[in-house]
Nanobody
């Protein structure tokens, strides 16, 4: 079992930046990838970005390409997501997840372990 804990959310003005962190612990050596998802009020959870532990391959939702960057620090078992040029529509609870398998790291059902989430609020 892998445990993940998110941090770094908060309130920011539009066009501002935030960096989210996700610390993983437990059986991380068996984890293929880490992902970020978000859920806005009244909406379904959606994929944001993911990264594979070994090769650092990254994947992004079209809505965040060019603005968000996912990265990792294997030594710290930590994944980051730098969010720039934030928009009010980015407001959501952001969740980190561990799991995935080759070719399957962009949907929620691909991941096994989830954090509690961190709130990101972007004011206009």
């Amino acid at each position: 079992q892998v445990r993940v804990v998110e941090s770094g959310g908060g309130l920011v003005q539009a066009k501002g930046s935030l960096r989210l962190s996700c610390a993983a612990s437990g059986r991380t050596l068996s984890t293929y990838a880490m992902g970020w998802f978000r859920q806005a009020p009244g909406k379904e959870r959606e994929f944001v970005a993911s990264i594979t532990w070994t090769y650092g391959s990254t994947y992004y939702a079209d809505s965040v390409k060019g603005r968000f960057t996912i990265s990792k620090d294997n030594a710290k078992n930590t994944v980051y997501m730098q969010m720039n040029s934030l928009k009010p529509e980015d407001t959501a609870v952001y969740y980190c997840a561990a799991g995935g398998r080759p070719g399957r790291i962009t949907t929620g059902t691909d991941f096994d372990s989830w954090g509690q989430g961190t709130q990101v609020t972007v004011s206009s």
